[in-house]
Each structure stands twice: as structure tokens, then as C-alpha cells.
């Protein structure tokens, strides 16, 4: 998904047993990027739902051709 520009480049992973895989992944400035539960809070009255439903249906299309699956998808875990 990096490659399409939906997604930080991954640099490295690590696997230790019995603990978490930890990411190395591209920094995300906060000045540019905003996770979209904030945005939501911030923006309500002002976000076209239509236009955002839209963007993450394409997303998860774009996954799902890959045969991946994003098991915690939620605002939360969104960067806008």
C-alpha cells in the first residue's frame, strides 16, 4: 500500500517470541497527517460522510485485491 501512497513504507519488523512484532514504519509529521477520529471531532459539521465513506471503501478494495485484511479498522487507526 505504500506504493499506492495509502500507506507508510515499512522499513523492517521484528519478531521476538512471546511479545509483540514491532514495526520500523515512516514517520508520519503530525503537521501533515491527523488521525481521523481527531479530524472527526474537530471538523463534523464540516466532512462530506459520502466522500470519506467512499475513500475507505477504496481503500479496503485496494486491500482486498491484495487478499489482505485489516482486522482493527476503525478511526482510530486512520491517517488522514
Excluded: R
Amino acid at each position: 500500500m505504500a506504493d499506492t501512497g495509502l500507506a507508510p513504507k515499512l522499513y523492517s519488523y521484528a519478531e521476538v517470541e512471546d511479545a509483540p512484532t514491532a514495526y520500523v514504519m515512516e514517520y508520519l509529521d503530525p503537521c501533515t497527517w491527523e488521525i481521523l477520529h481527531q479530524f472527526l471531532k474537530s471538523n463534523a459539521a464540516a466532512v462530506d460522510h459520502t466522500q470519506l465513506q467512499e475513500a475507505v471503501d477504496s481503500i479496503i478494495e485496494k486491500l482486498e485485491s491484495k487478499n489482505y485484511v485489516h482486522s482493527d479498522l476503525q478511526s482510530n487507526n486512520i491517517m488522514i
